[in-house]
Nanobody, 122 residues
Framework: QVTLVESGGGSVQAGGSLRLSCAASGRTFSNYNMGWFRQAPGLEREFVAA???????VYADSVKGRFTISRDNAKNTVYLQINSLKPDDTAVYYCAADRSYLGRYSNHWDYWGQGTQVTVSS
């Protein structure tokens, strides 16, 4: 079992930045692929970024160049640095973990946090 707890969300103006954190506990963090997803009201949960256990990063096209995912295995934490925020980035951001899946489909990820709200005003 893996427990994930997100933090760092908030309300910001367009153009601002936030750093989201996801603290993991329960298993060997370094063995897990970690991802960030988001869900806006009325929309499906969508892939944002992922970092595999080996360190490879992947991003949704909509966030490339603005979002950066990273991990600190010593702290059992994955981060999402969000820059140049836009109102369209408003959503609940979720952290996910999986031992083996290397993909963007949310229903394949095993473990989820409760989410942290990001609200961007114009």
């Amino acid at each position: 079992q893996v427990t994930l707890v997100e933090s760092g969300g908030g309300s910001v103006q367009a153009g601002g930045s936030l750093r989201l954190s996801c603290a993991a506990s329960g298993r060997t963090f370094s063995n897990y692929n970690m991802g960030w997803f988001r869900q806006a009201p009325g929309l499906e949960r969508e892939f944002v970024a992922a970092i595999w256990s080996g360190g490879t990063t992947v991003y949704a096209d909509s966030v490339k160049g603005r979002f950066t995912i990273s991990r600190d295995n010593a702290k059992n934490t994955v981060y999402l640095q969000i820059n140049s925020l836009k109102p369209d980035d408003t959503a609940v951001y979720y952290c996910a973990a999986d031992r083996s899946y290397l993909g963007r489909y949310s229903n394949h990820w095993d473990y989820w946090g409760q989410g942290t709200q990001v609200t961007v005003s114009s």
